[in-house]
DNA sequence: AATGAAAGTGAGTAATCACTCACTACACGA
DNA sequence: TCGTGTAGTGAGTGATTACTCACTTTCATT
């Protein structure tokens, strides 16, 4: 049960006391969500997958759908983690990042890990996004209220500081989400079995948007 | 019905003959598909929206399965549809394209006339590619034999007319398609709302991807 | 008008769906 | 040892599913 501590990680299973068989459940959940999809995955499937009756998930989950929401919930909140830290911008601003690109291969990294260990979790988020309007409205309420006025004061600090084009900062921002975005979802979603050498793409990565950013 | 011609263009109708209630099948279910998904949408929906009997579904179409490829298929030649055309390479060789930028600018407005019109069968095509093996391998096959080696051509011929970084031609090829299919899906999946200002926000975002691949 | 093929119909079917409920198993404090 | 609460069970339920089939309608060709 070792390699399950991701999971432990990503529910805050330090406020929630989670049984075993509970563990089981999520962990079939997400595994079946993220390869057929939430509509095409069956309550007795998943009992069948985590070695449960079926009336045990329901002793958890009022209904199948609570049970997608467990998933999501800690996905979309770890998803934007770094920005819901209180010291992230306090570190840009004390020159803990001497330039946006620092900045930009610290983001980078953190969540390429995170991607890395949290894959199929991910999966369920933003492939149910697109049919669970619910879900879909709280993932742009989060980004708006947590992330995008974070991004926009160290996207215009940097600005002031002469190192960034004078652009919107909305164009900056959305140029650094979609570039980083743009190499995992290739990296882990699109090409995963392609011979990545991850480190020096990540480079060339980098150092296209900065070339295409500076002033 | 004048709005359909896009589902004829779509479905290269020429080759095919369609009755009229056999588009209303097909439009019902690529509206539907992109709303709830393929697995939560239900063939009787589907023929209530197309004012249709049950059955006549499955006159067409042997299943349901088949029923989607039949969406699927014809938007997954037409999202690559430039790449297809003969000329195509040609055009860049012969300087119909003067520089790399003139030609990102033509595929770039190209295929965001494409989205715009065909948004739909898009999002079904996209959305139902992450649970069907079969469809992935297609897209992948389609772009491995009719994409990328004639991009990486394209990349390759600017990159002797030193314009271009001597990246690997993989990366520029990556960088260029991640950054067009960023904005596109940015503008019209993650945040169709936002008061954009498409020309422009095309314009910026080319002069990114170019000062981010110049020599 | 007769014919035949294709298009369209809708009641019917077995399987599967999410969910319920009466029940058992077991831990723990009194 | 008893009572109580929580976790777990699995047969059962009505609704819904993709799909079938015997049938009718439409329509071009003779």
């Not at 890395?116 to 709280?138: C, N, S």
């Not at 995963?192 to 070339?211: A, F, G, K, V």
Request: aromatic share 14%; hydrophobic share 45%; net charge negative.
């Amino acid at each position: 049960m070792d390699e399950r501590k991701w999971l432990f990680d990503l529910l805050n299973a330090d406020e929630h006391q989670f049984s075993e068989k509970q563990v089981n459940i999520l962990q079939a959940a997400i595994d079946m969500f993220a390869e057929k999809g939430y509509a095409a995955t069956s309550t007795s499937e998943i009992a069948k997958r985590a070695g449960v009756a079926e009336g045990t998930i329901f002793r958890h989950y009022k209904t199948k759908k609570d049970l997608l929401l467990a998933i999501v919930k800690p996905t979309l909140f770890q998803s934007v983690a770094p920005f819901l830290a209180k010291k992230f911008v306090k570190d840009v601003f004390e020159d803990e990042y001497e330039h946006y690109e620092q900045f930009v291969r610290a983001v980078f990294k953190n969540r390429y890990e995170f991607v890395k260990t949290y894959l199929p979790a991910i999966r369920v988020l933003w492939q149910e996004m697109a049919f669970h309007g619910d879900i879909k409205i709280q993932f742009q309420t989060i980004f708006i209220n947590h992330v995008y006025d974070k991004f926009k004061q160290i996207v215009e600090h940097f600005q002031q500081k002469g190192e960034l084009a004078p652009l919107p900062p909305e164009t900056i921002i959305r140029m650094t989400i979609t570039t980083i975005a743009g190499f995992l979802a290739t990296r882990f979603l699109i090409m995963p079995d392609y011979p990545w050498d991850d480190e020096q793409e990540i480079e060339r990565t980098i150092q296209c948007l900065m070339n295409g950013l500076k002033a």
